[in-house]
């Protein structure tokens, strides 16, 4: 088992910035990687970012170059810096790993890039 947490959305304006965060606590020495996905009114949810155990990170196109994904093992943390925020970023964001065949996600949370 493994818990999710989210925190860190708001209301920021647009071109503004964010610092999501996802605590993991519970079964967390066997994930591998870390992923942030969002969900957007009436959309789909969609992959925004990956890291994996050994730091390598992966991007959607639409966030490549303004949103970066870290972590922090100590902490057991994964971070997802959010600059240069658009309308189009407004979206509930999730925190997702699997380990096998189940996956985790926490409850999100809400972004809104509005002036």
């Known amino acids: 088992q493994v818990q999710l947490v989210e925190s860190g959305g708001g209301l920021v304006q647009p071109g503004g910035s964010l610092r999501l965060s996802c605590a993991a606590s519970g079964n967390i020495n066997r994930i591998y990687a870390m992923n942030w996905y969002r969900q957007a009114p009436g959309k789909q949810r969609e992959f925004i970012a990956s890291i994996i155990h050994g730091g390598t990170t992966n991007y959607a196109a639409s966030v490549k170059g303004r949103f970066t994904i870290s972590r922090d093992n100590a902490k057991n943390t994964v971070y997802l810096q959010m600059n240069s925020l658009k309308s189009e970023d407004t979206a509930v964001y999730y925190c997702?790993?699997?380990?096998?065949?189940?996956?985790?996600w926490g409850e999100g949370t809400l972004v809104t890039v509005s002036s």
């Open positions: 997702h790993t699997a380990l096998g065949s189940m996956a985790y």
